[in-house]
């Protein structure tokens, strides 16, 4: 069993920049992790991946140049920085793992707030 427990949301304003946390406790041993998104009334969407190795990452195209996934294997941590953030950028911030074998995502934070405000 996985428990992931995200931090680090908040209120910022457009421009700025803020970086969010996953801490994974549980067997995470060569996972993928994972951030996705909702924004107010949408649906939840693919925001960032990350290999166990950290060597391949993806993006979507919205976050792609402002965003930046890593991860520490030896804390156990997911992060996401994200700098020159637009009001578009606001929404509940989830962390998901995928563990071996990889394929759907296996587990799901309960999700930070983050606020991007004009």
């Known amino acids: 069993q996985v428990q992931l427990i995200e931090s680090g949301g908040g209120l910022v304003q457009a421009g700025g920049s803020l970086r969010v946390s996953c801490a994974a406790s549980?067997?995470?041993?060569?996972?993928?992790m994972g951030w996705f998104r909702q924004p107010p009334g949408m649906e939840r969407e693919f925001v960032a991946a990350i290999n166990w190795s950290a060597d391949n990452t993806n993006y979507a195209d919205s976050v792609r140049g402002r965003f930046t996934i890593s991860r520490d294997n030896v804390k156990n941590t997911v992060y996401l920085q994200m700098n020159s953030l637009k009001p578009e950028d606001t929404a509940v911030y989830y962390c998901a793992a995928d563990l071996p074998p990889l394929g759907p995502w296996d587990y799901w934070g309960q999700g930070t707030q983050v606020t991007v405000s004009s």
């Open positions: 549980g067997r995470t041993f060569m996972s993928r």
